[in-house]
């Protein structure tokens, strides 16, 4: 595929009380904009849930891990029945360090990695393989003709999360990976003050003559109407997984994007919410991040969403300027709110419908001009 497409996606989604992204402290991330200061839930947060919803929907993740060696040696032991467990690990972490991969120091944790590595299993199964086959502990130098037959292994069988999220390699930049997806932290349209809810805890053995509480403590939270965005390359989608899953691909993940969400102290608040709003741009030149809406924080006494739609939208229109007409411009949202956008959907399967649609026939005029 060689045509530039990106596809923006646009969530608005009110959150109730709720610490669902923590920092060092416990507190609930936050974010200074627009002079204000912001609920947050960083990018990374967020792409955690996504690879849980992928898993839901029964879509296969790669493994990020510092024991590549432990599934190496699993591997290794299966291609080479002479191994034994003890050689097959011995042999895996001097292949691993052969390719320049570093490994911790400390007493206890030689076998893994000094940074975590992803990697699908079907990956780690052709390396085996192919060690075996090529004894590479025998060559002096890992020559360039190695090298780049390694890289065509590891680039096969990439799962789903990896060519949305990619991969770095700091040992070897060779073996990297570009990610097709690029997820923004997430902040509220508006000022969000912090609150703390003070708890106590009784036994429930203690005896009437026994006064106060087992146990005490604060845990803060904030309520907040959150603006989220992330943006997918179609065309790097397709590299990194093939034209014929592509689609799918890129189906998958605006429907996990838009339905997910992360999961700190939802035991403690029950916080999980749907979107109040989505907005889709299907583009060809560049994708834009509409959070410019929210520099000046919304302010409203009777809620946030509708004024943040207005904001939303009176900003898409403002960007126009800037950038060429969208291929496709669709919206979802709760009925009760109105927008400005004609292309407006009831359901989340027709908005994956549409969007499927441009992308599948860019895909297939791609292919059959090649």
Same mark, same amino acid.
């Given at each position: 595929?060689?045509?530039?497409?990106?596809?923006?996606?646009?969530? #608005?989604?009110?959150?109730?009380?709720?610490?669902?992204?923590?920092?060092?402290?416990?507190?609930?991330?936050?974010?200074?904009?627009?002079?204000?200061?912001?609920?947050?839930?960083?990018?990374?947060?967020?792409?955690?849930?996504?690879?849980?919803?992928?898993?839901?929907?029964?879509?296969?993740?790669?493994?990020?891990?510092?024991?590549?060696?432990?599934?190496?040696?699993?591997?290794?032991?299966?291609?080479?029945?002479?191994?034994?467990?003890?050689?097959?690990?011995?042999?895996?972490?001097?292949?691993?360090?052969?390719?320049?991969?570093?490994?911790?120091?400390?007493?206890?944790?030689?076998?893994?990695?000094?940074?975590?590595?992803?990697?699908?299993?079907?990956?780690?199964?052709?390396?085996?393989?192919?060690?075996?086959?090529?004894?590479?502990?025998?060559?002096?130098?890992?020559?360039?003709?190695?090298?780049?037959?390694?890289?065509?292994?590891?680039?096969?069988?990439?799962?789903?999360?990896?060519?949305?999220?990619?991969?770095?390699?700091?040992?070897?930049?060779? #073996?990297?990976?570009?990610?097709?997806?690029?997820?923004?932290?997430?902040?509220?349209?508006?000022?969000?003050?912090?609150?703390?809810?003070?708890?106590?805890?009784?036994?429930?053995?203690?005896?009437?003559?026994?006064?106060?509480?087992?146990?005490?403590?604060?845990?803060?939270?904030?309520?907040?109407?959150?603006?989220?965005?992330?943006?997918?390359?179609?065309?790097?989608?397709?590299e990194n997984l093939g034209t014929t899953n592509?689609?799918?691909?890129?189906?998958?993940?605006?429907?996990?994007?838009?339905?997910?969400?992360?999961?700190?102290?939802?035991?403690?608040?029950?916080?999980?919410?749907?979107?109040?709003?989505?907005?889709?741009?299907?583009?060809?030149?560049?994708?834009?991040?509409?959070?410019?809406?929210?520099?000046?924080?919304?302010?409203?006494?009777?809620?946030?969403?509708?004024?943040?739609?207005?904001?939303?939208?009176?900003?898409?229109?403002?960007t126009q300027q800037f950038v060429d007409a969208?291929?496709?411009?669709?919206?979802?949202?709760?009925?009760?709110?109105?927008?400005?956008?004609?292309?407006?959907?009831?359901?989340?399967?027709?908005?994956?419908?549409?969007?499927?649609?441009?992308?599948?026939?860019?895909?297939?005029?791609?292919?059959?001009?090649?």
């Amino acid at each position: 595929m060689t045509q530039n497409l990106y596809i923006d996606i646009n969530v #608005l989604q009110t959150v109730p009380s709720s610490n669902i992204n923590r920092d060092d402290n416990g507190a609930p991330k936050t974010a200074l904009y627009g002079g204000v200061t912001r609920s947050r839930v960083s990018s990374q947060s967020w792409k955690y849930a996504m690879r849980k919803g992928f898993e839901t929907d029964n879509i296969e993740n790669g493994i990020r891990t510092k024991k590549v060696v432990e599934e190496l040696s699993k591997d290794l032991a299966a291609v080479d029945e002479s191994l034994d467990d003890k050689s097959a690990t011995q042999k895996a972490v001097a292949v691993l360090k052969k390719f320049g991969i570093k490994f911790e120091t400390e007493k206890g944790n030689k076998n893994k990695s000094s940074a975590l590595l992803m990697v699908s299993h079907g990956q780690i199964k052709k390396f085996a393989k192919y060690v075996t086959a090529h004894d590479i502990l025998k060559q002096k130098n890992i020559t360039s003709k190695t090298k780049k037959e390694i890289e065509k292994v590891l680039s096969g069988d990439r799962t789903l999360d990896l060519a949305l999220f990619g991969r770095m390699v700091a040992d070897d930049a060779e #073996l990297n990976v570009e990610g097709a997806a690029q997820v923004a932290h997430a902040i509220s349209t508006h000022e969000v003050v912090p609150e703390f809810d003070y708890f106590t805890a009784t036994d429930d053995l203690s005896k009437k003559s026994e006064s106060g509480a087992a146990m005490l403590g604060t845990i803060e939270y904030n309520s907040a109407t959150l603006y989220r965005y992330a943006n997918l390359n179609v065309k790097e989608l397709s590299e990194n997984l093939g034209t014929t899953n592509t689609v799918e691909a890129a189906k998958d993940f605006i429907k996990v994007f838009i339905s997910t969400m992360p999961t700190g102290k939802q035991h403690t608040f029950a916080n999980k919410t749907v979107p109040n709003y989505v907005m889709i741009n299907v583009r060809t030149d560049t994708p834009v991040n509409l959070i410019t809406a929210f520099e000046t924080p919304v302010s409203a006494d009777n809620g946030y969403v509708a004024k943040s739609i207005e904001a939303l939208e009176t900003e898409y229109d403002e960007t126009q300027q800037f950038v060429d007409a969208p291929l496709l411009t669709v919206v979802l949202a709760e009925r009760k709110y109105n927008s400005i956008i004609e292309n407006r959907v009831d359901k989340l399967s027709e908005l994956l419908s549409q969007v499927t649609d441009v992308v599948s026939k860019a895909v297939q005029d791609e292919d059959h001009n090649d």
